[in-house]
């Protein structure tokens, strides 16, 4: 098993953050370990702008943002980058098992970085019950398969839930030549940022529904419609209020929760991290609404194993 | 005009039952063929079961279902073997709140042990402290019947199908069984693709198997839905419980249970209501308040939050038993019909009873010098060891490419999935649980998406969940 100073798993803003920032303050041996064939993380699907406004002053596109951490990472010789690499297994002594095609490796890292990001709350979580036909994506997995892939999910859109994602798919949709239904918010007041609310949803005349839900999703074979009603202040539905919508395609998005599987399985408690060394930061730390947070967080954490390694000697 | 295709024996429908049949019968010198509607085997009702392998408790004492549970659960355990299927005898647990029930436990216990059910034995409160920790404290006495197992249902079905192939058993999916004409000598059956002709046809058509009988001439039984929702929990509570724990039966159903399933989620339900349509899995909010409530009465440690995933599966119910049968009105037509639970266990002993149904009708069985019986155990990288897993991922570089991060599953299985027949995204999952995590696909459909349109070249939009009609996407942007 061999051993490295710094590991950080995960190359999305929030790793290459931490790994330019603990190179800067002094790390010279940086294992980066990112499971796609590229750097960037979710970044490379999110191709509309608004990132960077604080970070870099500057309105940048996903990859633009992603692409400026890359240049850095590529130009410093201390960071050694392996991708398709998927971190599999982890100890409390920081050992680490990762795989990547012809190959098993295990290391162990002096101090460890977890960038490891998040995933999407799915339908099943929020249990929209009724029939489970094709059709049903999270807002996530919309975005990269007309983004990344070039293919439309469906024609007529509702989305389900006002997170980010899904305020900017609806927007995406409509310039796909697609039709969105209607948003609809469970709760009394949009999940995501006010200006993604004008420039996604207002600017296209997109129905906006506040304390709604979707109580059930009819198609047996590809989505055919939902119904919607209206909830009380105890989200309870109200009886007399629910309409139908016909739709061929539901997103859903209601939130992100962050990725901490690896240390979960390790015995390892990722809010109350009490392992000397270990650090873990970007949206497996907690859900920031924008890259630029995730960045800031980033350099800190890449500061802090940097000082916990000099304290090593 | 049409070509017919012809064999000894047709057997339409390839759920459970029907892929038993054809994996016995391909063990002789006989021609066969399966008829599926479907895409793929096992997405009737096969597909959505409790994956309980019961030990025949709970069965009354001359029916059909109680020989044939008790026959199956035995012959379930050769053919996992033999088939390289994991089946796990966890043992079940029926339980007794108070006095009253606890009687009827032993009454219970008499009948199972009159149908000759083995290693019975009522267990009282000590015994369950030390060996179901969190079952409610409450429960005063149970029925613990040691011979109880688990099984993946589908890849009960693909590895029996798969098998019945190996030996030489020919499945036409995509085939829907339109009608039955009875000539002479031979039946002519019509489907949406083809025409078939054999002298002997069996009819394990599931839910449909009313219609099937009455395209045949026979018309004295009807199918009727009974609805069970499930619901699945995380991973991460695996070791909720160490048995599959019932409460006490009622008169149509065995209850809410808390079960074990072959992958290691637990799972709860299934709720039971007689419904009209034979195509509704919808699920339901009280569906899940009603599941909910009861498990937790059961164990209290089970949390809404824990679901993960639900479905819903509807029983094929033509009275109290099963209907087995060669029709001597139609000589040469065997139904079998009204395989509700336990049908999963059943299969193989139902499949024996056909073949000697068959023989009595004058089919002439003669073994085969050879059957092909042993079937590879699928790998999965992560329930080998280590050093074995770094052999293999050396060896065949696609074991270290993972596609599916919350299973981890590799590019290698999912490709030797479609080797085995998989031609949709769910038939993918069903094999290798790939999408079936938290995340349910989020992640990595668009991988498989690309994966499974490479390998049976055709084109993405053309991909679909479950066959036609429930395509993924909707267009290619660049042909718009
Ligand atoms: C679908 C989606 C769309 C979003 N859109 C926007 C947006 O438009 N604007 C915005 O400001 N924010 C958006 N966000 C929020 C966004 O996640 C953050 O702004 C930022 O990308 C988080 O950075 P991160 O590095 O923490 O996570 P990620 O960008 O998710 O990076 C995590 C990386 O870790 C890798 N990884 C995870 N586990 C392992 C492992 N075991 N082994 C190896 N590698 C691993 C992943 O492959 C990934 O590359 C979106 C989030 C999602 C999920
Ligand atoms: C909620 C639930 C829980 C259960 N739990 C258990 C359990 O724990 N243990 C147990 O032993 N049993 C259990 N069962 C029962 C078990 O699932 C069934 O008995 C068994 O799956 C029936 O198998 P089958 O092959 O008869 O039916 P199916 O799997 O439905 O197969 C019939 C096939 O015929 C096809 N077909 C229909 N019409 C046509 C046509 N016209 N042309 C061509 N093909 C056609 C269908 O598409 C289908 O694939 C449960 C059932 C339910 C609903």
């Not at chain 1, 990722?270 to 920031?288: D, E, H």
Request: net charge positive; proline share 4%.
């Amino acid at each position: 098993m061999s051993e490295r100073q710094l590991v950080v798993i995960g190359g999305g803003p929030a790793g290459m953050g931490a790994a330019i920032s603990a190179y800067e303050a002094g790390v010279k041996d940086i294992l980066l370990i990112e499971r796609d064939q590229y750097l960037g993380g979710i970044l490379n699907q999110c191709i509309h702008t608004g990132f960077g406004l604080s970070y870099f002053k500057k309105n940048l596109t996903g990859p633009e943002y992603a692409h400026r951490f890359i240049e850095k990472i590529q130009a410093i010789d201390n960071i050694e980058v392996s991708l398709k690499s998927f971190a599999v297994k982890l100890t409390k002594e920081k050992e680490l098992i990762f795989i990547k095609p012809g190959e098993l490796k295990e290391i162990k890292a002096k101090a460890l970085i977890m960038a490891t990001g998040a995933r999407e709350r799915t339908r099943e979580m929020i249990h929209i019950p009724g029939d489970r036909p094709s059709g049903i994506f999270s807002a996530g997995l919309a975005q990269k398969l007309i983004n990344i892939e070039g293919l439309l999910p469906g024609e007529e859109v509702v989305i389900v839930g006002s997170g980010d994602i899904g305020l900017i798919m609806a927007r995406r949709f409509i310039l796909e030549g697609a039709k969105v239904k209607a948003v609809i918010e469970i709760q009394k007041q949009s999940r995501g940022l006010a200006r993604n609310v004008v420039q996604c949803l207002e600017d296209f005349n997109i129905p906006f529904y506040l304390s709604h839900k979707v109580a059930r999703i009819y198609g047996k074979k590809r989505v055919e419609k939902v119904d919607v009603v209206e909830v009380d202040e105890d989200l309870k539905a109200i009886p007399g209020s629910d309409f139908s919508l016909a739709c061929d395609t539901i997103l859903i998005s209601a939130g992100l929760i962050s990725e901490n599987e690896l240390l979960e399985a390790a015995g390892i408690e990722a809010g109350n991290i009490s392992i000397p060394g270990l650090f873990v930061c970007g949206n497996a730390y907690k859900i920031y609404d924008l890259a630029d947070s995730v960045s800031r967080d980033a350099l800190l954490a890449g500061k802090q194993a940097a000082e916990y390694l000099k304290g090593l000697g | 005009m049409k070509s017919v295709l012809v064999f000894d024996v047709l057997i339409i429908g390839a759920g459970v039952v029907g892929a038993a049949i054809a994996r016995e019968l391909s063990r002789y010198k006989l021609s066969i063929a399966v008829l599926e509607k479907e895409e793929e085997p096992a997405f009737g009702v096969s597909k959505s079961n409790s994956g309980i392998i019961h030990p025949g408790t709970q069965n009354s004492l001359n029916s059909l279902k109680g020989r044939l549970c008790l026959q199956g659960n035995i012959l379930t355990r050769k053919i996992s073997q033999e088939l390289g299927l994991d089946f796990q005898e966890v043992g079940e647990l029926i339980v007794a709140f108070n006095e009253q029930e606890a009687e009827i436990l032993q009454n219970l216990k008499k009948q199972a042990q009159g149908l000759g059910v083995p290693g019975l034995k009522i267990v009282d409160k000590n015994w369950l402290r030390e060996n179901e920790p969190n079952l409610n404290p409450e429960v005063r006495a149970a029925l613990f019947a040691p011979t109880a197992g688990i099984i993946s249902p589908y890849r009960l079905v693909y590895a029996l199908c798969e098998n019945a192939i190996k030996n030489g058993a020919e499945i036409y999916t995509n085939t829907k069984v339109e009608n039955i004409a009875r000539q002479e000598e031979y039946f002519e059956i019509n489907t949406s693709r083809k025409s078939f002709r054999a002298k002997y046809v069996i009819n394990a058509a599931g839910l449909f198997a009313d219609e099937i009988s009455r395209m045949a001439g026979i018309s004295d039984f009807q199918i009727r839905p009974r609805k069970g929702e499930e619901f699945i929990l995380d991973k991460k509570k695996e070791n909720l419980t160490r048995h599959l724990i019932f409460p006490l039966p009622s008169k149509t159903s065995k209850g809410v249970l808390v079960i074990k399933t072959a992958d290691g989620n637990p799972m709860i339900g299934p709720t039971a209501e007689d419904i009209e349509d034979k195509e509704d899995l919808s699920t339901s909010e009280e569906g899940l308040k009603k599941v909910i409530t009861l498990s937790q009465r059961l164990v209290p440690a089970i949390n809404e939050s824990d679901i993960i995933a639900y479905f819903s599966g509807l029983r094929p119910v033509a009275g109290d038993d099963f209907i087995i049968r060669s029709e001597d009105q139609v000589p040469g037509f065997i139904n079998v019909a009204g395989i509700q639970s336990p049908g999963l266990t059943s299969a193989p002993a139902i499949a024996l009873m056909v073949r000697d149904m068959l023989k009595a009708h004058g089919l002439k069985l003669k073994k085969k010098r050879i059957f092909k019986s042993p079937r590879k155990k699928s790998i999965h990288l992560f329930k080998i060891p280590l050093t074995a897993a770094k052999k293999l991922i050396k060896k065949d570089a696609a074991y270290g490419d993972i596609v599916c991060r919350c299973e981890m599953v590799s590019a290698q299985e999912i490709k030797q999935a479609i080797v085995e027949g998989a031609r949709t995204m769910d038939g993918i999952k069903f094999r290798t649980r790939a999408q079936a995590g938290r995340c349910h696909g989020s992640f990595c459909a668009t991988r498989l998406m690309k994966i499974l349109a490479e390998e049976i070249k055709i084109p993405l939009t053309a991909l679909t969940k479950r066959g036609l009609g429930s395509e993924m996407v909707k267009k290619d942007r660049l042909d718009v």
